[in-house]
Every structure is written in C-alpha cells, then in structure tokens.
C-alpha cells in the first residue's frame, strides 16, 4: 500500500469521527470526547492534509465549521459565514501566529497591536438590527446555517430590544456569545435537584440548552447573559477602522462588551495578557476556556483575509486543561451499535475545575495498555477543555499491591455473546495482511439489547429516518418489551401495544404513529445512512444515492465499483459491500421495504458517472503487484480491452515485446492472471461497470433539460456566502458536472479569494473565470 493511500483511509476514518464529535458537541450538546482529544484528531486531519493536498475535499472539517442547525427551529442562513478561529495551544504556537502575520503583511513590520479578550464557554449567536431594532436572533450552527431563536434571544436581560443614541447602521449585525455565569448556574442546579431534575453538566450546556427550548417562557427563566464580540453584515454609516473601536460603539449603541477588552502592542503583550488572566481566571464571575487574540486594524483584517475555516488575523489561546489525582476503583464495559466494547473507567469522585468527577473514557484496550492503567492504581485525570474527563497517566509509585489488570470480557456484559477482537485489513498490491485491531466486539449484533437499542436510536434519528418522538427512553421499552427485535418491527406497531407502555397515552400513541407514518417515504441517501453500514456517514450516503441513484445499485456494488465514487475509499467500500453481502441485513432490508418503506429521490446513475471508468482505471484498481497507474494505462492502451489483457498475460511472447512493462511487472501480470479466480473477478467488475453504465464503452450522458447541463465547472479559494460544498450543490442542481481540476474542456472555474494554481491554470488555457459575485448572479437568474 501506497503512503498516498494508507494516508487517504486514515484521512477517511478522522474526518467521520470528527463529523460525529461535531454532531454530537453542537447538535446534541453531548460531547463524547474531550475537546483534548478532538484537537489531536482534528489536528492530525489538517496534517495529513497539508501533506496530501489533492485529498483535501469541500466536506472536510477542516474546510468547514463544525454543527447543523436543529429541524425544531426555523432555519436562518448567515450572508457572511460565521467562522470558528484557530487553536495556540503553547506560547510557540502564538509566536508562530504573530510571525505569519508580520510576514502576510510583508511591509517590514515588527509589531502588531492586537485587540486581548477572553473566550467566553458559551453559544456564539447573530443578533441582526434593522434601522436599530432587533429582528432576529440566530446561533452560529455550522457556520452558514443556523437555528432561529429570535423569541428566545428576546427573552435575554442585557440584548438590547432596540439599539441606544445614535449613528448606528441601518442594518447592523452583531455577533457574540450567550453564556450563564456561574453563580446562576449553581442557582440553577440547586432548584433542579431540589425539583427532582437532572442538573447540567456546566454553564456551556446549560446556556445551549437554555436557548434550544421551544417555549422561549423556559429560557426567560434562565439567568443568561450577552456578551458581544464583533459584527457580520453592516450596512449603511461606516464603522470605526479598528475592532478596539467598533466595539466601544456596539458599547455606546447599549450591546455588552467584555470588562476585560485590552489592547496589546505587540505579541508579548498578549502573553502578558494570556498569564495574567490566566491567574484571575477562578475569580472571574464566568467561565473561559482561552482568550482570543485579533489583529486590531480592519484594513489589516481585510488583507489578512479567510482561510476556508478560520480568519487569518485572529487565534484563540487556549488555557491547559486542568487536573487532579484519584483513585481507579474498577472499569465497567459498554457496548456500542457496532457491538464495541469500550471500557470506561470507574473513579474515586474528584473535584476537577469545580466539577465532580466519578467516570471517565479509556477509548480502547490499546489506550489501556498505553497508559500501563490498573485497577486500583492513582491516575491524573483531566478536564480537556473543562467538560469532558480523561486519564492521562498513572502515578506508577503509588500502585497497591492488591492492584488487578484490565481484562476484556470473553462474554457480552449486555447478552452474554462471544466477544472478538477485529481484524484490521491492509490492502496492498494483490494482497491482503491481516493485523489485530483496537476494539473488541460483541457478536451478538441485534440480539444484542445494546446494540439493538443504539441501533433504532441510530435509525430513527433527525438526520436518518427523523421519527420524532422516538428518544432513548422509548426506545429502551419498546425492546425491553419485545415489541421491537429490528428497525423493521417499528412499521408493525399498532396503538393498543403503544397506549398501555409507561409513559403513554391515547395523544402520544397516537402521535408516535403519525411520526412512523411520516417516515415511510425517506430520501434513499437518508435511508441508507440510517443502517448504519459502519464507516458511512451522512456525507458518504449522500454520495452513493447521488453518483448511483438507486438502493439495488448499491446493494450489488463490488467494492472496486464503489471507488470510482468521489472519497469512496477500499476500505470503505469493502465495509458496504460486506454489509449488503450479510444475511441477517438483507433480510431486514427486505422486512422494511414489504413493510411499507419507499424511498424517494432514486433513479438513474447520476450524469456524471456514465462512462467514468477506463480499462486503464480497472487494470490499476486489481492491484497486480509492479503495476501502477501509468504501467496500467500503457498496458490497456496495448491491449484494448480487458479480455486481450488476459490473453496477452498468458502471451509470453508478445507480452515481452510490449512497451512500458518491466521484466517483473510482465512476470507479476502472468501470474496475476493465471489465478482463474483473479480473471473472474476482473470480468465481474467489468460486467457490472456495464451494467451500471460506468464502463468506458457506455453511452455518456448530460442532466437534459438543465440550464447548465454539459457544463464543467471548478471551484477554487475560499466564498464569504457559502462553502464550497454548497456551491457544489447548486451547480450539480442546475446540471453542472464539478470537477476538482481544470483542463481545457472545462467550461468555468468560480474563484473566491486565496485562489491559487487551478485559477492561474484557467488563465493560461483560456477558460472563463467568475468571481463569488458573478456566481451569485448566476444563481438568482437560474434558479428565479
């Protein structure tokens, strides 16, 4: 296996677990992992990125903010993307950031005043002000769309209703975060104990959830605050030309600003900040998690300008996590949907940060066996990012005698099945070598309570089959109870089985039905990511319902087939096609569809894929040892086709004489394909290429009938009112095939600012250019 190719799987795997981390912190206020972690991945991401560059896609997280906006608000999108900022997590990352800052700058400069605030835990929201009156309230979500809290924002004692004095914009939108200080939030708790409640976790989830309600009365009860910390959209009057100054005058408009806003001349005054604050940070009456450090001048801010994710003239300095020593008293194992078994560790309780802890992630064996841990040992455990607790190290001279090891369990603690240790398989050139993974799991799948419970949880989730009224709880009875053995049994669910469960009445019967009703007629990329094939995230399910249209294509697809699909990876595609080769979720999938399922928005192979693949392509996807593209491809250019390449194998005589072919790679071919079963697995990939009508003889074809049908587009830099993603979208909508490289045949490259090879390519083959302006034109005309 190639480097390019082990770095594109692990690329594949991070960017999935991030995608949940973010859904799971934003969505669900729900985190899974400390934010410590997170970092790690998500720096790793970016490193393996910058190492593979044309692995870079639109839908990474390292090209977008993470969250989605919740289905039960109204959707608001931000003209001007709401973008998170970069992490220092040392003084030599600061120091690094002030140095690419000078130097982007290029005019000699040696110091940078910067404007010193800190990072408040809390939810970053949009408040928008026409001709001084507030009309809508919006959290970030995902950095271009986000949730509709208008009534709720209201409802916050110190957002101004209307904006005070004088000489404000006519459209003024404000950006900052909402937060509960902590003595509210202590108040807060001790009425939910007192109530018989679940308390919160900390001031960050209980300042999310507070604007997450729907009866805006709940949030009016909640001691929130605002704090504003910049704008987006302005228009009308100008603004001072230093952040410093437009934020003194949201202060004269009546908008909160921070006490502690300080200018810094240069980067050691921001240290000097950073430590300074970090020594008042227990004193302060609300909690940070870093301080944020931004270019003071607009005019250098615009030249700075964007990254695809981040600003250039700003950086959030992150404070250490903090930690504490107690005792490991045992280690319980839980089972997840895939049937993982994860041991979480069982601690002494501890105050950490002001928080009691009692459990805390052990992720895996191998973590466990990295840290040498022990029940019973002494460990440092950390708050990463003040929420979520984790094991760091053991404090080995303090072991007890008494002390046992972490022992997996050889049965399910759930269902009593065996337990496995997975198998990892690396692909290389015409071979496979099996190694032991990380995770053990379960076999009991869905006779598994467990897995069976977190499996509907999955399946009737809002971004899945989106069955409202289906939460864990419910879920829980419906299989303690037998009424519930697969997602399938949900279609067979009468009243009289539904009224008499805890919890349930003739209205709540009622309306869990119309849910399941509701639900008949999902979109197939909804669909498919609601059986949790393992690996395939909501992004992966779009594209194999987009690139093959239909769930019988999927279904049969060989895994070779599934990555002529964009992102679509070997291993990936061999955990999809395993997934529709088992039995037991054929025969579910079978159970839904006679039960009433029919799936929306199927049809033909998507334009784009008709006769995408080459016999150069197939040659290089068998993986023959000594043979890679470029020998494949002069290899099906000899040949013609992939019959003749099995007789030439076989043809010593003229396989010698064939051009671009070394000794060993003629010898690896002969070989190759002397093995029968190598041969029928080539003509089965062929065959089904020309079933899909992605063989290079197949009939190509254009999205008819679509204003921009035939057209190749590219895309490129960075645009202020949409990702790229989304730009994707519109132009696939309108009959455009997105390509990531510019040729002669393209017909446009939309270029947003930081553009660089691709649109200097454009200019020197002639293609058309559009900028972000053009584009939007573009779409208003096109789409009315």
Not at 406 to 431: D, F, H, I, M, N
Not at 504 to 520: C, D, G
Request: aromatic share 6%; with cysteine.
């Amino acid at each position: 296996m190639t480097d390019a190719q082990t770095a594109a799987e692990r690329i594949a795997r991070l960017r999935s677990e991030i995608d949940e981390h973010n859904y799971r912190y934003y969505v669900l206020d729900a985190p899974s992992v400390p934010d410590a972690e997170y970092d790690r991945l998500f720096n790793e991401l970016r490193a393996l990125e910058a190492e593979h560059p044309e692995l870079v896609t639109p839908e990474s997280p390292t090209q977008r903010v993470g969250g989605e906006a919740l289905a039960a608000f109204g959707q608001v999108r931000h003209e001007l993307p709401m973008l998170s900022l970069g992490n220092a997590f040392a003084e030599a990352d600061l120091l690094d950031f002030d140095r690419s800052v000078r130097k982007s700058l290029d005019r000699g400069i040696e110091m940078v005043e910067y404007s010193c605030e800190p990072k408040l835990d809390g939810l970053a929201v949009s408040l928008l002000y026409e001709n001084g009156q507030l009309v809508r309230g919006a959290t970030r979500g995902d950095g271009s769309t986000g949730e509709d809290i208008t009534a709720n924002v209201r409802t916050v004692r110190n957002v101004p209703l209307r904006l005070h004095g004088k000489g404000w914009p006519a459209l003024l939108e404000v950006r900052g975060e909402i937060y509960m200080p902590r003595a509210g939030f202590e108040a807060l708790n001790a009425r939910a104990v007192e109530s018989g409640a679940k308390p919160f976790a900390n001031p960050r989830n209980a300042a999310a959830g507070s604007l997450r309600q729907l009866d805006p009365k709940i949030t009016a009860s909640r001691p929130l605050e605002f704090c504003c910390y910049g704008v987006g959209r302005v228009e009308g009057s100008g603004l001072p030309e230093t952040h410093a100054g437009v934020l003194e005058a949201l202060k004269r408009w009546g908008l909160p600003t921070s006490r502690e806003l300080k200018l810094a001349e240069s980067v050691q005054g921001c240290l000097e900040y950073y430590r300074a604050i970090g020594e008042r940070r227990q004193s302060l009456v609300y909690d940070i998690d870093g301080v944020v450090f931004k270019v003071n001048r607009l005019d250098w801010q615009r030249e700075l300008g964007f990254r695809a994710r981040e600003p250039r003239w700003a950086i959030a300095y992150k404070f250490p996590a903090q930690e504490e020593l107690t005792e490991l008293l045992g280690v319980e194992f839980q089972v997840g949907r895939t049937g993982a078994i994860t041991p979480v560790a069982r601690l002494k309780p501890v105050q950490v940060a002001g928080v009691t802890v009692s459990n805390a992630t052990l992720h895996n064996m191998d973590e466990v066996a990295r840290l040498g841990v022990m029940i019973g040992d002494t460990v440092i455990v950390r708050r990463a990012g003040d929420v979520i607790p984790q094991i760091m190290q053991v404090v080995p001279e303090r072991r007890p005698a008494e002390a046992r090891p972490v022992e997996v369990p050889q049965q399910c603690p759930v269902c009593g099945s065996a337990v496995e240790r997975t198998q990892l398989v690396r692909r290389g050139k015409g071979k496979a070598a099996l190694s032991e993974g990380a995770i053990y799991r379960c076999v009991g799948r869905l006779a598994c309570q467990a897995q069976l419970k977190q499996a509907i949880v999955h399946f009737v989730s809002r971004r899945a089959m989106d069955i409202d009224g289906l939460g864990e709880r419910i879920v829980e009875q419906l299989v303690d109870t037998g009424l519930v053995k697969s997602p399938a049994d949900l279609y067979t669910l009468s009243f009289e089985q539904l009224v008499v469960l805890d919890g349930f009445a003739e209205v709540s019967s009622n309306n869990l039905l119309a849910a399941i009703t509701a639900s008949r007629k999902p979109a197939l990329a909804r669909f498919v990511y609601a059986l949790g094939i393992p690996d395939v995230g909501e992004e992966t399910a779009k594209r194999l319902a987009r690139a093959l249209g239909s769930l019988s294509r999927i279904e049969k697809a060989l895994p070779e087939v599934l990555t002529w699909l964009p992102d679509v990876g070997l291993e990936v595609a061999h955990e999809i096609h395993s997934f529709f080769e088992d039995e037991h979720n054929r025969t579910v999938i079978g159970q839904l569809l006679a039960r009433g399922i029919e799936l929306q928005e199927e049809g033909g192979l998507h334009a784009e894929f008709a006769a995408c693949a080459s016999l150069g392509e197939l040659l290089d996807k068998l993986g023959i040892p000594g043979i890679a593209a470029t020998g494949a491809k002069k290899l099906a250019e000899a040949a013609g086709s992939l019959e003749a390449v099995i007789e030439l194998s076989q043809d010593w005589l003229s396989l010698s004489v064939t051009k671009g072919l070394s000794e060993k790679a003629r010898q690896a071919l002969r070989e190759f394909f002397a093995d029968a079963a190598n041969a029928e697995c080539a003509r089965a990939i062929e065959t089904q290429l020309r079933e899909f009508g992605m063989h290079w003889e197949s009939e190509r074809k254009t999205a008819a009938g679509l204003p921009l049908a035939g057209q190749t587009w590219v895309l490129t830099g960075t645009l202020e009112s949409m990702s790229r993603d989304q730009a994707k979208a519109r132009l696939e909508g309108l009959g455009a095939r997105v390509a990531g490289s510019v040729s002669a045949t393209s017909t446009c490259v939309l270029a947003g600012p930081g553009a660089g090879s691709k649109l200097a390519k454009a200019e020197a083959l002639g293609v058309e250019v559009r900028d972000e302006a053009a584009f939007l034109a573009l779409l208003r005309q096109q789409e009315g």
